[in-house]
């Protein structure tokens, strides 16, 4: 019913070591499960502008199976990021969010639909986009 977990991660990085810092947990009643995670940088290495930028990100997603007997799910989910540099930036992710469903329509094959919108940081003035539809049709094969 209720799972917790924490991380951390060292990777090299560019003189610096990269360290990051997480936590999840998991919670399913019913036929619902709602998920969230918090990850955020304790050292970076030194970015474009010299400085040290801890970024962080936060997700939150909710699945809902509605009959036991038939293995279809939906599932919505949003994502956060913060790049810690104030202002906005072109092509700089500020959120996500996704929705769909998958069906397991064989013991080895799996269909999954998924609707995914990007939402992006701009520059005062930039033409850049700020923002990103997409549609997403996958078949996923166990072997």
């Known amino acids: 019913m209720f799972t917790f977990s924490v991380f951390y991660d060292s990777e090299p990085g560019d003189g610096d070591r990269n360290q990051t810092l997480g936590g999840a947990f998991t919670v399913e009643v019913w036929k619902f499960s709602l ?24 997700v939150v997603g909710l699945a809902f199976r509605p009959l036991e007997s038939v ?3 939906f599932v919505t989910r949003y994502e956060d990021f913060d790049d ?29 639909f998924e609707y995914d919108y990007w939402k992006y940081e701009r520059e005062s003035g930039s ?17």
């Open 84 to 112: 810690d540099q104030s202002g906005g930036q072109d092509e700089v992710l500020d959120y996500r969010y996704v929705a769909g469903f998958s069906y397991k329509f064989l013991q080895w094959a799996t269909f999954f």
């Open 127 to 143: 033409d850049a986009a700020d923002h990103v539809n997409s549609l997403h049709f996958r078949i996923g094969l166990a072997f």
């Open 35 to 58: 998920d969230a995670e918090y990850i955020t940088a304790l050292e970076r290495e030194k970015g474009e502008n010299g400085e040290e930028n801890k970024d962080s990100a936060w």
């Open 71 to 73: 293995p279809l799910e």
